[in-house]
């Protein structure tokens, strides 16, 4: 055994284990969220059985909480609920086209917020190409921020798998940092900041590229009579499909669930009192009361939307959401097995950096998501250890938007899909890929939202 070799706590072995850690990382953001999470779990069975590390505590109340909301959101969607929602989206786009880039952005941000999911934006996004063509605008302006303020979204959800699991990591370290921010508390801050990022990136989109009638490489594909068919075609739209009352009725539970969510986590005194761990009364923690409400929702629209059972476990958010649950699960232990065993080294060597330029946190988040590919595994792997190196809470909440960090490389759906239902080619990955139509948009909304969230939670928190 190699841990024999070399102690587990020497500078070799530790650089050995970031080496692993990243290797597992990058190999399995190859393979998509499942394949991340199976190849962590050779990263850390290398480290417990390699180098001897003591096996760290995997997220079980993050991940729980996740699969409740996951739940209730795949019910939502085979319900209908979620067409619902895009259809009076679309009439609002519809209304007023000429403002397509401003309003594509906040449409699809606020249907995130709602929905707790950025998946929502693919039906969006030929509607939103159809209405930018038919004014004269480079669809790429509406398209690629469009994309970035969906995930944008998920910083500002009480319901999206980021927040909930920033919420349960601030509640299960409590007792270390002396204090934990509610939902509401960090949605307080997170809100206003993520909106105002997309409203940046908006407003710098509305004069990015040239307008197609200018643009020379696009007129010179016009002269393609197949290309010039494809681009006349009409897109689809959900404007004039008919609804069942259970399709609307699920929207309505549901945003009720959401809406109970944040009454509960900002009312602390409408939660039971239960024992807790020390034997004394105490509220029912946020944790458990999401899971509660948001099981009760699906059920609810289960019981009375007509949903079709067999299928909720086959829907694009269920799908998604669960790929989720696997990658947290192997990425957070993996990482939590590292921390823990190095904590005390850690906190006596950047303990002082990190004190001394908090902003060195959201950095390595930002990273760190990229890797991943996601929000809530990025937050559930570095959020713990930022908590134990002394970083204040309410850094953490001001450097939300940070998590994502996915924008950097055009390699996640949404922004493939987005690449894909732009028939002009206008909305694209460069010659040389980091020049794609998404990074400046989202390093837009990410900046901004940090300096925003940062200045906000030194106010309100």
């Known amino acids: 055994m190699l841990a024999n070799v070399i102690a587990p706590d020497s500078i070799l072995a530790i650089v050995l284990q970031v080496i692993i850690i990243l290797s597992a990382l990058l190999l399995g953001t190859r393979y998509g969220g499942i394949g991340l999470g199976l190849i962590s779990g050779i990263g850390l069975m290398l480290m417990v059985f390699v180098f001897g590390l003591a096996p760290g505590e995997p997220p079980v109340s993050v991940m729980l909480t ?19 929602m ?16 401003i309003l594509a952005p906040l449409t699809t941000w606020f249907l995130t917020v709602l929905c707790g999911t950025g998946h929502v934006v693919y039906t969006m996004f030929p509607i939103i190409q159809d209405i930018a063509l038919k004014k004269g605008i480079r669809p790429e302006r509406p398209m690629a921020v469009a994309s970035t303020s ?13 927040t909930v699991s920033l919420a349960s990591i601030l509640a299960e370290n409590a007792g270390a940092i002396d204090k934990a921010y509610s939902i509401p508390q960090i949605l307080m801050v997170a809100l206003p900041a993520s909106l105002c990022g997309v ?35 009409s897109a689809d739209s959900l404007i004039g499909k008919e609804f069942s009352r259970e399709a609307k009725r699920s929207v309505v539970v549901f945003l009720i669930a959401i809406a109970c969510v944040v009454l509960l986590g900002a009312f602390e005194f409408l939660r039971p009192l239960v024992p807790g ?5 105490s509220p029912v923690s946020m944790n458990l009361v999401i899971q509660m409400v948001m099981l009760v929702a699906g059920a609810i629209i289960l019981l009375s939307c007509k949903v079709d059972t067999k299928k909720i476990a086959s829907t694009p958010v269920f799908k998604a959401g669960m790929t989720a649950v696997f990658s947290v699960f192997g990425v957070a ?15 006596t060597n950047l303990g002082s950096v990190v004190e001394a330029a908090p902003w060195t946190y959201a950095v ?20 713990p250890i930022g908590l134990q190196l002394g970083i204040d809470p309410a850094v953490i909440v001001g450097f939300y938007g940070a998590a994502y960090g996915y924008f950097i490389l055009p390699t996640y759906p949404s922004d493939l899909a987005c690449i894909g239902f732009d028939r002009t080619g206008t909305t694209r990955i ?26 906000l939670a030194q106010v309100l928190l």
């Open 364 to 383: 390595v988040l930002v990273v760190v998501s990229k890797l991943v590919n996601s929000q809530a595994a990025a937050l559930v792997a570095i959020a």
């Open 66 to 84: 996740i699969i409740a909301v996951i739940g209730c959101a795949a019910t939502l969607q085979q319900a209908q609920g979620l067409e619902v």
């Open 277 to 281: 761990d020390d034997g004394e009364l």
């Open 199 to 233: 409203l940046l990136a908006a407003f710098w989109s509305l004069r990015r590229g040239k307008d197609l009638d200018k643009d020379p490489v696009f007129q010179e594909r016009m002269k393609d009579p197949e290309f010039a068919s494809s681009i006349n075609e």
């Open 333 to 347: 232990w993996m990482a939590d097995t590292f921390f823990q065993s190095h904590i005390d080294a850690l906190e």
């Open 430 to 455: 460069g010659k040389y890929v980091i020049n794609h139509s998404f990074l400046i948009p989202g390093a837009i909304s990410v900046f901004t939202s940090c300096v925003v969230g940062s200045l």
């Open 150 to 162: 969906a995930q944008m979204g998920i910083t500002a959800s009480p319901v999206s798998v980021a």
């Open 86 to 101: 895009m259809q009076h989206a679309e009439k609002f786009l519809r209304a007023h086209p000429e403002r397509i880039t």
